[in-house]
């Protein structure tokens, strides 16, 4: 059975803007040349399987909208409570460090919209060189892992660093960092591929949907080898960037139509395919193999190979912008051990414990982190 995972953020500022906003959802007058369709039919419409509760799933792929957020009203009292749950992990820098003594701090860092900002074209999500620069000392530091819903070789292609850890397709595909001269790829050597099975029939419904989403312009399907995304940050997102505020309100209505459209696609072509299942990213749909294996299994994972599977003087830190890697954060928090760091400019439910707002933030608290390391390890050279 094709599954959806339903996660409906608790402090969705987006919840009090558009569709659900019952005082602008009453009467949406329909834009010329667009489908006038109600509230209730559109929920209809989009329902993913028996029993889904679609009203989440609408909220959720509105939520990974951040242009919509910004105009909600009551965004400010939100963020207010949301920041004291999550405070900065740049104003509470020292509070992280003196949480840190003593233990060997481990970093693992999600890629887009974390190291890269979040654009229109997911192959044009290069880094900075800034950035690479300074996960590059970062690396020195700490060990370090990416860890990313993309293939690992597209991910390793926009951070060329070969001295991390790579975990692509959300954890199922993982290496450690090559060992010896760049050009000897022979010496590289897989650590864990707990999906294998699944790559001739992930390649057949990566074909598939190739074709069955072609009707929907801006949609755009990606191979991660070990699990596949489509995503929908194209899908008309040109339309509410040319209008103004007063039209938005008619336009999501447009939004959501395509955005059910296209999970429809999704959802014909996967109902031959029970062993894959479906899951929600930031504006991205994903479907992956039904193994038990997500990228929290990949931080543990990653942990032991490290040689830390039972110590208590670990710290690791996850930093990541997106559903998925909430379960890396939740097994931070289960173990007790590090914290996770969300990446997010507006309220989300999550189990990270702080939060920073962009990419740009991310940078500057890694610094910081290589800062305070380097100057610890002067000091102790001195002693
Ligand atoms: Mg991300």
Same mark, same amino acid.
């Given at each position: 059975?094709?599954? !959806?995972?339903?996660?409906?953020?608790?402090?969705?500022?987006?919840?009090?803007?558009?569709?659900?906003?019952?005082?602008?959802?009453?009467?949406?007058?329909?834009?010329?040349?667009?489908?006038?369709?109600?509230?209730?039919?559109?929920?209809?419409?989009?329902?993913?399987?028996?029993?889904?509760?679609?009203?989440?799933?609408?909220?959720?792929?509105?939520?990974?909208?951040?242009? $919509?957020? =910004?105009?909600?009203?009551?965004?400010?009292?939100?963020?207010?409570?949301?920041?004291?749950? $999550?405070?900065?992990?740049?104003?509470? !820098?020292?509070?992280?460090?003196?949480?840190?003594?003593?233990?060997?701090?481990?970093?693992?860092?999600?890629?887009?919209? &974390?190291?890269?900002? @979040?654009?229109?074209?997911?192959?044009?999500?290069?880094?900075?060189?800034?950035?690479?620069? &300074?996960?590059?000392?970062?690396?020195?530091?700490?060990?370090?892992?990416?860890?990313? #819903?993309?293939?690992?070789?597209?991910?390793?292609?926009?951070?060329?660093?070969?001295?991390?850890?790579?975990?692509?397709?959300?954890?199922?595909?993982?290496?450690?960092?090559?060992?010896?001269?760049?050009?000897?790829?022979?010496?590289?050597?897989?650590?864990?591929?707990?999906?294998?099975?699944?790559?001739?029939?992930?390649?057949?419904?990566? =074909?598939?949907?190739?074709?069955?989403?072609?009707?929907?312009? #801006?949609?755009?399907?990606?191979?991660?080898? !070990?699990?596949?995304?489509?995503?929908?940050?194209?899908?008309?997102?040109?339309?509410?960037?040319?209008?103004?505020?007063?039209?938005? @309100?008619?336009?999501?209505?447009?939004?959501?139509?395509?955005?059910?459209?296209?999970?429809?696609?999704?959802?014909?072509?996967?109902?031959?395919?029970?062993?894959?299942?479906?899951?929600?990213?930031?504006?991205?749909?994903?479907?992956?193999?039904?193994?038990?294996?997500?990228?929290?299994?990949?931080?543990?994972?990653?942990?032991?190979?490290?040689?830390?599977?039972?110590?208590?003087?670990?710290?690791?830190?996850?930093? #990541?912008?997106?559903?998925?890697?909430?379960?890396? !954060?939740?097994?931070?928090?289960?173990?007790?051990?590090?914290?996770?760091?969300?990446?997010?400019?507006?309220?989300?439910? &999550?189990?990270?414990?702080?939060?920073?707002?962009?990419?740009?933030?991310?940078?500057?608290?890694?610094?910081?982190?290589?800062?305070?390391?380097?100057?610890?390890?002067?000091?102790?050279?001195?002693?």
């Amino acid at each position: 059975m094709v599954s !959806f995972i339903e996660e409906r953020p608790k402090n969705n500022a987006a919840g009090q803007n558009m569709v659900s906003d019952p005082k602008s959802a009453q009467k949406p007058p329909a834009p010329p040349g667009f489908i006038s369709i109600s509230r209730k039919k559109l929920l209809q419409n989009l329902e993913i399987n028996a029993g889904a509760r679609v009203n989440s799933w609408v909220d959720s792929m509105r939520a990974s909208s951040p242009t $919509h957020m =910004k105009s909600a009203p009551s965004i400010a009292d939100d963020q207010g409570s949301w920041n004291l749950n $999550h405070p900065s992990a740049l104003d509470m !820098f020292g509070q992280i460090i003196d949480a840190s003594k003593g233990k060997q701090i481990v970093m693992f860092l999600d890629y887009d919209g &974390t190291l890269s900002p @979040i654009v229109a074209d997911p192959d044009r999500a290069f880094m900075s060189k800034k950035m690479r620069k &300074t996960v590059r000392k970062l690396a020195k530091c700490f060990p370090t892992a990416i860890v990313s #819903g993309r293939c690992r070789d597209k991910v390793y292609n926009f951070v060329k660093l070969a001295e991390l850890y790579y975990a692509g397709s959300h954890g199922m595909d993982i290496k450690g960092p090559e060992k010896g001269s760049k050009s000897n790829k022979d010496a590289e050597s897989v650590l864990f591929q707990p999906a294998s099975e699944f790559l001739p029939m992930i390649d057949e419904v990566y =074909k598939q949907l190739v074709e069955t989403t072609k009707s929907t312009p #801006g949609a755009k399907v990606e191979n991660n080898k !070990f699990c596949l995304s489509v995503h929908f940050r194209c899908v008309d997102e040109k339309v509410i960037k040319e209008n103004s505020k007063s039209q938005i @309100i008619k336009l999501c209505y447009h939004h959501l139509i395509k955005w059910s459209e296209l999970a429809q696609q999704v959802k014909s072509v996967l109902k031959d395919y029970p062993k894959l299942r479906l899951t929600q990213g930031r504006k991205v749909l994903e479907i992956r193999p039904t193994i038990k294996w997500d990228k929290g299994k990949a931080l543990e994972f990653l942990l032991e190979s490290l040689g830390f599977a039972n110590c208590t003087d670990v710290f690791p830190v996850y930093i #990541g912008d997106d559903r998925t890697d909430e379960d890396a !954060f939740k097994i931070l928090r289960d173990r007790g051990q590090g914290f996770g760091i969300l990446v997010s400019k507006f309220p989300k439910d &999550t189990n990270a414990s702080y939060s920073l707002q962009e990419p740009d933030e991310v940078m500057d608290f890694l610094r910081r982190l290589v800062e305070w390391k380097e100057l610890s390890l002067r000091a102790q050279s001195r002693m």
